[in-house]
């Protein structure tokens, strides 16, 4: 691509007005620079056009014109056009300059947003949008990394009408398909058409991109992107995020539908439903994160107003011959090539990327330009790249816009075919000769005895046989199969859903009266009429059953009543009787319900059961410590029996019961049986006489008989005159001596 025109050195005063101060990003069709507006002492973006398109006489009256629409658009979302104007045979815009980042840079950082912080932004881009629609204006290629965010949380959609102006320069010709596979519309790639619909289309899918973190379709392929986009509906994003409100899933399906008919007619009305959607979100405060200043990511294949130069500093790309103050020398951010990425090859045969010398005053050159086609390298399909690509409509099926159009293409490794369903794709007709060439095609002259059978009666009567054929395969076809479709597969989707479903199929819809379901959540389909995969003609009706959740009843009291007349009361108001639950109580007689569960008056989903619990009545109690009379009352008074056992080795009083067979607390029934241990008292054993001993001898022998000894010196004397107990007394237990006075 000649660049000559388009890229002037750094420190060119354009139209006596606009200096040019550094690169910022070169795209396919322009190179954007940071520039001063002399007159008014400000900072803009200079968009200048590449000389081969600037050569172009339509395109520089295209460009001219739509250069004046866009500049009528002013609003806070939009880029502003200061000015456009040429220099010699360069074509220039100056533009605003709007510090920041994309919000693919965002994405690429966070992966998915919260709703309200996605609705957040999407408002400033439907504003925009909104704007440009109503002034006749259509964007042709919305997409993340055409919308910019500044550090003051303002949104700013780049690049108006830059699909409209390449469709009309000279290289293009009719049928050119312009736009970005990941966001192209159904009609855009069937039909070639292209208008405020296929923006909410596209803005459906960012949409749905930043509350999933990922595209709805994606493949190996750009071709293979696009044909998804005819042939299959963007799924509700609460299939791959939980969480998601319902609302905002019936936001995207409408903005995303497949029938241009079915979505909001432009931005304005997007952003209306977008509001409604808002205001049902509980509340949240805005988390738009504020971007540093001087930084921004430049689409590198599609130079758009406002981008910040990648190497500014902390943009994470550094540009060779700008250092960074806060910067050692040589320092390269970690992670980016040190230098911008080759000029390869354009998609149109044999252009290269000349070579440029150093400007005057030691500037170094301004950053290879990447091609049509060309992309940063990337780790990845998430890589913010928007370059342009170009592809056949034909390759994949579908019919041509209007003239048969061929591909020029590379073929890439499986990176670049995912970062490709970024791209910018133009569909140029004419670079591939006529398909039937070179494909079994006859190029010589044909022989005068197969002309004179070609032009003869049999031939007449083969095509017309043939013809026969033909017809009747297609009335048995049209009666057997063609003039039916199948009911879809929507049981268990939203209501919503399920309806842009069948509307999909080509079938009208009815909703039926709403039924109970204990299985199907409410407001989803329970079933179909006729029923779901079955046969319908095109056209037919399809009623869809909505699920209204569970029958809910409320709960009887049955408190305080008998088990059986509890049980009767639930089912008699349509519940089911649950599992019954034993519990004592000392106030509640046995046999009578003490509560439910859950509890009276609660709504209750018919199919669950209602557990009850009854009393089982008084507990049984801890007789342990106690004397074996009081357990003895309390078992006749109650019809139990007892079993009364013999502790011969508790050293406890006689009659004192040591352990019992029921837990206490526990409930019990009548004439049971419970079994207590009692004590038969301590062993008994004689005490030593201690009289007149000294007191270390009486210690001594009191000891040996397994006593334990207490001194009480009441006199001067070391003489045992009394001792208590006498004669026998427990084994182990404490025998009391008096000393000091002489035994009498």
Do not use: C
Not at 49 to 77: Q, W
Not at 213 to 219: E, K, V
Not at 598 to 620: D, F
Not at 711 to 716: F, H, L, S, Y
């Amino acid at each position: 691509m000649d660049t000559t025109l388009a890229r002037p050195p750094v420190g060119r005063l354009l139209d006596g007005r606009y200096r040019v101060e550094s690169l910022i990003a070169t795209g396919g069709m322009a190179t954007v620079y940071l520039g001063t507006d002399t007159r008014l002492d400000r900072t803009v973006a200079l968009k200048i056009m590449h000389a081969e398109l600037a050569n172009d006489e339509d395109f520089v009256r295209r460009f001219v014109g739509e250069a004046r629409s866009v500049a009528r658009l002013s609003h806070p979302n939009v880029v502003g056009v200061y000015d456009q104007g040429a220099d010699g045979r360069t074509l220039y815009l100056a533009m605003e300059y709007v510090p920041g980042r994309t919000l693919r840079d965002l994405l690429n950082e966070r992966g998915s947003l919260p709703p309200r912080e996605a609705l957040d932004i999407m408002e400033g881009v439907l504003g925009g949008l909104g704007a440009a629609h109503a002034a006749g204006l259509a964007h042709r290629d919305v997409k993340p990394e055409n919308v910019l965010l500044t550090a003051e949380h303002d949104v700013k959609v780049a690049d108006f009408g830059l699909a409209r102006m390449l469709a009309g320069s000279s290289q293009t010709k009719t049928g050119m398909l312009i736009g970005t596979a990941a966001y192209l519309a159904p009609e855009q790639v069937s039909r070639g058409v292209a208008d405020a619909r296929t923006d909410v289309y596209a803005a459906g899918v960012m949409l749905f991109e930043m509350v999933t973190g990922q595209q709805p379709h994606t493949a190996d392929t750009p071709l293979a992107v696009a044909y998804k986009h005819v042939n299959e509906s963007v799924p509700a994003p609460s299939q791959l995020v939980d969480g998601v409100p319902p609302a905002l899933d019936e936001l995207v399906l409408r903005a995303t539908s497949r029938d241009p008919d079915l979505r909001p007619a432009d931005g304005g009305q997007f952003v209306r439903s977008l509001n409604e959607v808002r205001l049902s979100l509980p509340p949240a405060p805005p988390v738009l994160p504020a971007a540093p200043a001087a930084t921004g990511y430049q689409d590198p294949g599609h130079a758009g107003p406002g981008y910040q130069n990648p190497g500014y500093p902390d943009s994470g790309y550094q540009d060779p011959g700008y250092q960074n103050p806060g910067q050692p020398a040589g320092y390269q951010p970690e992670g980016w090539p040190a230098q911008p990425p080759p000029y390869v090859d354009d998609l149109v045969p044999g252009l290269r990327a000349p070579s440029e010398p150093a400007a005057a005053g030691g500037v170094p050159p301004a950053a290879a330009p990447t091609s049509v086609g060309a992309a940063f390298p990337t780790s990845g399909p998430s890589a913010g790249d928007s370059s342009t690509s170009a592809f056949s409509v034909a390759e994949f099926g579908l019919p041509p816009v209007e003239d048969r159009v061929a591909v020029t293409q590379r073929e890439p490794d499986d990176g670049f075919h995912r970062a490709a369903a970024n791209h910018t794709m133009v569909v140029a007709p004419g670079a591939i000769t006529d398909y039937s060439r070179g494909r079994g095609g006859y190029g010589g002259p044909r022989e005068p005895g197969l002309q004179r059978w070609l032009f003869s009666r049999r031939l007449y009567y083969i095509l017309g046989g043939l013809a026969a054929v033909v017809l009747v395969g297609l009335l048995v076809w049209w009666q057997s199969a063609g003039k039916y479709t199948t009911v879809p597969r929507v049981g268990g989707l939203a209501a919503d859903t399920a309806r842009l479903e069948v509307r999909n199929e080509g079938l009208t819809v009815t909703m039926g009266k709403p039924q109970f379901s204990a299985r199907v959540a409410k407001g989803n389909i329970i079933s179909t009429e006729p029923a779901i995969g079955s046969r319908v003609s095109k056209g037919g009706t399809v009623m869809l059953i909505v699920s209204a959740g569970p029958h809910m009843i409320a709960v009887p009291q049955v408190t305080g009543g008998t088990l059986a007349t509890a049980q009767a009361a639930l089912r008699h108001a349509g519940l089911i009787p649950g599992k019954v639950v034993g519990q004592t109580s000392t106030t509640i007689a046995s046999g009578i319900v003490i509560s439910t569960t859950p509890g009276a008056t609660v709504p209750w989903p018919q199919s669950r059961p209602v557990n009850l619990v009854v009393s089982t009545g008084q507990p049984v109690p801890d007789f342990r410590g106690q004397q074996k009379a009081v357990a003895e009352q309390w078992a006749q008074a109650n019809g139990v029996s007892l079993n009364e056992v013999a502790d011969a080795n508790s050293d406890q009083p006689a009659g004192t019961v040591t352990q019992q067979s029921v837990t206490p607390g526990s409930s019990f029934t009548a004439h049971e049986v419970i079994t207590i241990d009692f004590s038969n008292g301590p062993q008994m054993a004689s005490v030593p006489n201690v009289d007149g001993q000294q007191v270390s001898q009486a210690e001594q022998a009191l000891t040996s008989a397994g006593f334990q000894v207490k001194v009480d010196q009441v006199g001067p004397l070391n003489t045992v005159f009394n001792y208590s107990p006498s004669g026998q007394a427990p084994q182990g237990s404490t025998i009391t001596l008096y000393v000091g006075f002489p035994h009498v």
